[in-house]
């Protein structure tokens, strides 16, 4: 097992689960997501509980959906309202499991594990991705890798330099001094570059063209997602890398759900306190960001597959995997409390 | 392993079978078919007994067939009737296994397992395929599913409301109480719906519109069929359960042989004791019945896909699933009987 | 394991390789091979020894490769020339596994196994491949089945008859007298027709029509090359099987390196010393080998499924398998010397 059972995972975006079925597999699982009349989501195992037919290929009535096979009528809470035989005693044993599911910051949340400790509280605090002032937006994408490879190549920033060559890859950054920071389950990468001349997307951004501290500052939060906390300040307004809100700041908002052992479902987007009205801006960065993250699918998928390819190779740690080295720590030593 | 192995299978519709080799797997054995100049069947391991080509890819001569290979001819025993090398001795050691095959009802038939226990009397009696005053007609389709998932699906017709929902679903089949009898190793489900008006396909069949009783009569034959005794008959014929020949009448024949554990070769049909001289009635029944089981097989394919997905759920038996659950015990006791 | 490892492969033609990287799988181990600024070339395991990407994704700079995911600069011999973070330490320790290399008659030969074993003299002598008086071309395909099922196709010419009777496929040789000679580790099959009339390729190769000995040798070299000696000679020139160069003369030179254990990668071709300046006769030749060797490639995966479908089925060894049997001997012998 590579990954935390025990957990909230985003099985999807707002927008993408409506009153239709939609299916995917979280953690090995497959899921049947839908909204209810009142909107709230329903998440339950992807299979009737008579015949395992996917409860996806069904129909919906009310808050409950109806297998497509024999017509046993599911509720929300995945016990039968209605047997297959018309005049048959519903018995509430035959049941499919159901998932802890909260929907929060935009996203669909499922506990999998043991659904007794599914516990609201738990869900990790993406902040901005719900505050007044920021707005967010991003995608989906599916990748053929482990989702720990993801999480490596997120917690390293020296990768732009060729995987975006293209594109938002700058010398610069490469050579500012990074700092790695471990508290608890909690690790971050930081970089601080002072007195710069800001590249074109942070200049239109601020809307002036002075003197700037810039900071990158990328922190892993378990099970498997990462925020990058970007932005710019004017020199003149003294901001630190403890504090950092007088000039144009964003996060970028990624998240690694794993489907299976060796693939795994991509959210990822984009917050940010600046502009917030201008929705061709939103859209100019979500589509920047599609084009970025192919760039990075494609070198995780080339390296999943030669990962497989060499069985006697090993993956090498040097300096810059620091943030991903420690991330993974973290992931083990939660997975290992997990098992006892 | 899933399947009786010493039993007759079919494996193909007479039709399938001509001069020309066809292959097919059945029971995890590939077997070429092909026709002799007498028209009988020969049925070989499709594999020449020299490096194991399919001698599928080879050319017919005479009764024989000769691997395009190294150009062993193989007779219709399996055994050599020339070398590869000109003037080799014929070696009859060097041989592939031959399958006692039996043509019948319109099939062909194949024993799998110990060849010395292949006796034609055990082919089932399928009556009405080769009957006077009967016609006969169906297709073949390839499923991927286990097929004793395909005989659960035709031990149980409550599954016609939501599966063909759009074709021959109707509410009082449903609702008619149904008897399940199990006489040894056969298992009968049967539905009487006494007086009721006939639907149209009936109603045209009878070619009157009086009250009707309506019978479905489902059977199902080991190791792999189910014959579905369908029909109606007026009111005042006084025609029974037992009894049920003075109005119109139908089976609808199906045979799931297994192709391997996960997949099987659908051969569905149906033969009728009225119109018989109406080909267009047989071409629209067979296109109905085209649609009708291409609707079962997306049901059936989904629902191994969701087994395999979902190895911590087991398939439950309710009261509508009595005639699939004993089918499957005999199945079971069979496999024991030969397993020892 | 069903081949050797200490041994030279094939694993390119010399015009495949140039100064952007190709990867290839040799004996189950990905391999990228380039160009050096020299025109030497240079052979690694096709993982970046940071993080495994694939190296053969990465960009040529002189005569190192550079990584595209974190820029690690990798040098010809498999060691970092630059680190990925710009100012840590060249760690050498940190390297992907270097293989031997060697341009000769044609081809790039890779060295599988022990690199300290390397020894440019056992590269077999393929010495008509690049002598004097002689042209060679060729091409290559990947085919998916075992190289050993290639070496017997090779080293049985029998199936000319069946496989290629559209083709080369003619009566008398299967009826010529073929002897089998094993000396040492090589295996060689002959044939000689004395006194016969020329079929067309031959008397347009030799220019005149006049009666003509013929002979065709394969030989057997391991580890995976099989070399078919081929021509006519005028009768009256006197020419025998040991000494035949009175004629015109040319060798079918194919190698079947091993991929994985079920697929191999082939490269075939002709050499010749007659008409050598002709270009198209080159090309026609080469455009023919191309339309026999695809008839071969059919029956040889078809084989290859054949024999994974019927397990409980054993290839059969039979005369004419002779060379094939020997040369399958040679490679067992060869294999268990190598484990000890």
Redesign the interface.
Same mark, same amino acid.
């Given at each position: 097992m590579t990954f935390i059972r025990n957990r909230w995972y985003i099985a999807a975006w707002d927008g993408e689960v409506a009153n239709k079925p939609i299916s995917r !597999?979280i953690c090995g699982?497959?899921i049947v997501m839908y909204r209810k009349l009142d909107g709230s989501v329903v998440a339950l195992?992807?299979?009737c509980?008579?015949?395992?037919?996917?409860l996806s290929?069904g129909m919906r009535e009310g808050d409950n959906i109806?297998?497509?096979?024999?017509?046993m009528l599911v509720g929300p809470d995945g016990t039968p309202e209605e047997?297959?035989?018309?005049h048959?005693r519903v018995?509430k044993k035959?049941c499919?499991p159901s998932y802890g599911v909260v929907e929060k910051f935009r996203y669909i949340w499922v506990w999998i594990g043991d659904q007794e400790k599914a516990d609201e509280t738990k869900i990790p605090n993406f902040w901005p991705c719900d505050s007044e002032g920021w707005v967010f937006d991003g995608g989906y994408m599916h990748v053929a890798c482990d989702y720990r490879l993801f999480i490596?190549n997120l917690m390293?920033l020296?990768?732009e330099?060729?995987?975006h060559a293209g594109s938002i890859g700058q010398k610069e950054l !490469?050579?500012a001094p990074l700092e790695t920071v471990v508290d608890g389950d909690k690790v971050t990468l930081s970089r601080w570059i002072p007195n710069i001349s800001p590249p074109p997307f942070w200049r239109d951004a601020l809307q002036k063209d002075v003197p700037v501290d810039r900071w990158q500052i990328c922190e892993f939060i378990e099970p498997c997602s990462v925020h990058i906390d970007v932005g710019v300040s004017p020199v003149e307004n003294g901001d630190t890398i403890e504090s950092h809100d007088s000039g144009v700041r964003g996060f970028v908002v990624d998240s690694m759900t794993p489907e299976t052992e060796t693939t795994c479902h991509y959210f990822w987007g984009m917050v940010r306190n600046f502009r917030i009205e201008d929705q061709g801006l939103t859209d100019r960065i979500k589509n920047g960001q599609f084009k970025i993250f192919s760039e990075d699918i494609d070198?995780l998928e080339?390296?999943q597959?030669?990962?497989a390819?060499?069985p006697d190779?090993a993956?090498?740690v040097?300096?810059?995997?620091s943030g991903g080295t420690h991330a993974r720590r973290v992931i083990e030593k939660l997975m290992k409390v997990e098992n006892g």
């Open positions: !597999k699982e497959p195992r992807d299979a509980p008579h015949r395992l037919l996917p290929m109806r297998c497509m096979y024999h017509g047997m297959p035989q018309v048959e018995n035959v499919t490596d390293d020296t990768h330099t060729y995987v !490469k050579e070198i080339g390296q597959i030669s990962i390819d060499n190779m993956l090498r040097l300096s810059i995997d």
